[in-house]
């Protein structure tokens, strides 16, 4: 039998797209009401469980070679020493609740876990990709197969116990849980943390990511929304319906020029207009809509970063290439079929 020194637990958490966000009005507790359609994409945070060398919980993390973030830092734009490597840090907090929901105590005892949390980072920072969500959402699930392997727990918990802790985390973070456990598409309602599995298409989704030289806060982009609304800039947010045609285009979608312009003309963001006033730079990158072989452009959540839906893989993985090479911070990537 192992003993818990020989024993890492690794779980790896898709960052993701909104192929559709649409936002109702701020409602008086401050949260906006929307409908979207996540999609998880094939760039991914691990997170993985250890046993530690001081009790209580500790947090290590490096950069995964050739990501968005790895880019970003070779050229100045990030610097890993501004991630909290505490409390603050969204996986220190999953943990921790994890711990709290099998009645461990984290910390002060001398019966508390000695657990190291180590976090491989793919995802952008405050790049509207919820990567550190999927970072809290592997650190849900590692920690309680680790606590598991190693005796500390009698079973494991189930995957509506994850998502239910995840959403005292953040409103994102209940996606994140499905799309590790293996949901590509799902649409959420009310703050996002209402969910509703979608079949994935039958063929994957080719996409360039583009990832800004800045970060931009959510809580700006959802303000510049309100003000604009309410100075007539941008449409009224009318009532919030599923996007049926679209979830019927990515039923049918079978990769072809035809079902390529279908889809985008029906993909949907209605933080694109704000995130765009607040950061106007993102509209050379939106602006590379009219590329060969690129059928659309489209804000991720609350932005910086930028998708651009592609013909195929090899068109998508030369942009990314080209766009590198011009100074631009890209990858391919997918939204995988079922």
């Not at 001398?110 to 405050?126: Q, Y």
């Not at 500390?152 to 953040?170: C, F, K, N, S, V």
């Amino acid at each position: 039998m192992s003993t818990a020194s020989q024993v890492a637990i690794s779980v790896d958490a898709p960052g993701k797209v909104n192929l559709y966000l649409a936002v109702g009005d701020v409602r008086p507790d401050g949260y906006h009401p929307l409908t979207t359609l996540f999609a998880a994409v094939s760039l991914t945070e691990t997170v993985t469980v250890s046993e530690g060398q001081t009790q209580g919980l500790s947090l290590s993390m490096d950069i995964v070679p050739g990501s968005l973030v790895d880019q970003q830092m070779q050229a100045g734009q990030f610097d890993p020493a501004d991630v909290p490597m505490d409390e603050r840090n969204l996986v220190y907090r999953a943990a921790e609740l994890i711990l709290a929901e099998h009645g461990i105590s984290g910390h002060g005892v001398e019966s508390a876990p000695v657990l190291h949390l180590h976090i491989a980072k793919a995802v952008p920072v405050a790049g509207g990709m919820a990567g550190g969500s999927a970072d809290a959402a592997a650190a849900l699930i590692a920690t309680d197969r680790y606590l598991h392997a190693t005796g500390r727990t009698d079973g494991l918990l189930t995957p509506g116990d994850y998502e239910r802790l995840a959403a005292q985390l953040g409103a994102d973070i209940p996606f994140s849980v499905r799309a590790a456990l293996g949901q590509t598409l799902a649409l959420g309602q009310g703050t996002g943390t209402e969910l509703q599995n979608v079949e994935a298409p039958p063929e994957s989704l080719h996409l360039v990511i583009v990832a800004a030289q800045f970060g931009l806060a959510t809580p700006s982009v959802f303000k510049q929304l309100d003000a604009g609304r309410a100075a007539g800039l941008y449409p009224a947010s009318g009532e919030l319906v599923e996007p049926v045609e679209l979830l019927d285009a990515l039923k049918s979608y079978d990769g072809s020029d035809a079902a390529l312009a279908s889809l985008a003309a029906l993909l949907r963001n209605d933080l694109q207009a704000p995130a765009l006033s607040c950061a106007s730079q993102m509209e050379q990158t939106l602006n590379l809509r009219d590329s060969e072989g690129v059928y659309a452009s489209l804000v991720s959540g609350s932005g910086p970063t930028v998708l651009l839906l592609a013909s195929s893989q090899a068109r998508a993985e030369a942009l990314a290439t080209s766009l590198r090479v011009e100074g631009h911070h890209a990858v391919a990537a997918e939204v995988t079929s079922a």
